[in-house]
């Protein structure tokens, strides 16, 4: 399984970016997730999406702000960004795995990352 993150960029604050993760190779019964990690501090969760879309769950830092989708068809899981502040800044990188949840251990495979910035 291969993932490939993009969509990152500079944003002013309030403003919105739409990532995407494209994932090639048997995927179909994974749940994706986006993590995120800032300079200095931990890869932190932010949302998932099981595999047939019906599931999802975000972080509080994120909850009505963020709305994670996916096109099976295309193999593609997208994450919309609104109402983006300084502290979404980070690398934001995408996730497979059986397990899922909101545990770094739940992934099994990860993609290179996308790096956004939210700065005036």
């Known amino acids: 399984v291969q993932l490939q993150a993009s969509g990152g960029g500079l944003v002013q604050p309030g403003g919105s970016l739409r990532l995407s993760c494209a994932a090639s190779?048997?995927?179909?019964?994974?749940?994706t997730g986006w993590f995120r990690q800032a300079p200095g501090k931990e890869r932190e969760f932010v949302a998932h999406?099981?595999?047939?879309?019906?599931?999802?769950y975000y972080a509080d830092s994120v909850k009505g702000r963020f709305t994670i989708s996916r096109d099976s068809a295309k193999n593609t899981v997208y994450m919309q960004l609104n109402s983006l502040k300084p502290e979404d800044t980070a690398m934001y990188y995408c996730?497979?795995?059986?397990?899922?949840?909101?545990?770094?251990?739940?992934?099994?495979?990860w993609g290179q990352g996308t790096q956004v910035t939210v700065s005036s």
């Open positions: 999406i099981t595999w047939s879309g019906a599931s999802t």
């Open positions: 190779g048997r995927t179909a019964t994974y749940t």
């Open positions: 996730a497979a795995g059986f397990r899922g949840g909101s545990g770094i251990g739940g992934y099994d495979f």
